[in-house]
Every structure is written in structure tokens, then in C-alpha cells.
């Protein structure tokens, strides 16, 4: 079992940053890939960013490029999601996930926490 706890959400203006950052309990952290996603209201949850066990490779989604970055402490047992530029359109809860294996979908996860709200205003 691992367990998942985001924070750092908010409330920032249009070309803002917030930094995410998702705690793990459980599994040995270090053998997990994780993920980050989001859901804003009335959409489906959709991938934005995910990393490999040692953070040596990383895939985002294509409107995330160049503007958010995953990260992770494997002393820390966390993962982190940098996120600057922030638009309206970020607007929604954030997720992370783990599983074994790096994916970029939401089927490939069995591990999620319970979301924190980012909220982007014009």
C-alpha cells in the first residue's frame, strides 16, 4: 500500500507560480514512478506530468511544456510539481499518483491522493 498526500494549492494570479509537493508513506519510495494530474470541473482527470523512479526521465503533458517541471526527493519521499506561468485554464484539482511503472494515463496508477485545489484567476 502507498499512501498519497498532496499540498501546496492556492489561489494565485495569472502568471503566477506554485510549487506542489506530494508526500509518500508505505512503499519504498525510491522504486515508485509517479505522476501528477488534474480535473477541473465538468472534464475528465488528465495527465500532466509523471517521473521515473530515479527522476532521470520525465513526460508532460504538451500544455505543460516549458511551464511546469517534475521533480523528486527520494530522501524526502516526496514529488514536486513546479508550476509557473499559471493561466486561468490551469484552474482544477491537482493529483498525484504511484505506481511501478511510468505511464501517462489515469488507468496506469493504483496509488492517488485526495487532491489539492489550484485556483488561477485572470
Known amino acids: 500500500q502507498v499512501q498519497l498526500s498532496e499540498s501546496g494549492g492556492g489561489l494565485v494570479q495569472a502568471g503566477g507560480s506554485l510549487r506542489l509537493s506530494c508526500a509518500a508513506s508505505g512503499r519504498t519510495f525510491s522504486t515508485l514512478a509517479m505522476g501528477w494530474f488534474r480535473q477541473a470541473p465538468g472534464k475528465e482527470r488528465e495527465f500532466v506530468a509523471a517521473?521515473?523512479?530515479?527522476?532521470?526521465?520525465?513526460y508532460y503533458a504538451d500544455f505543460v511544456k516549458g511551464r511546469f517541471t517534475i521533480a523528486r526527493d527520494n530522501v524526502k519521499n516526496t514529488v514536486y510539481l513546479q508550476m509557473n506561468s499559471l493561466k486561468p485554464e490551469d484552474t482544477a484539482v491537482y493529483y498525484c499518483?504511484?505506481?511501478?511503472?511510468?505511464?501517462?494515463?489515469?488507468?496506469?496508477?493504483?496509488?492517488w491522493g485526495q487532491g489539492t485545489q489550484v485556483t488561477v484567476s485572470s
Open positions: 499518483a504511484a505506481d511501478r511503472t511510468v505511464r501517462d494515463t489515469v488507468g496506469g496508477y493504483a496509488y
Open positions: 517521473i521515473n523512479w530515479s527522476g532521470g526521465i520525465t
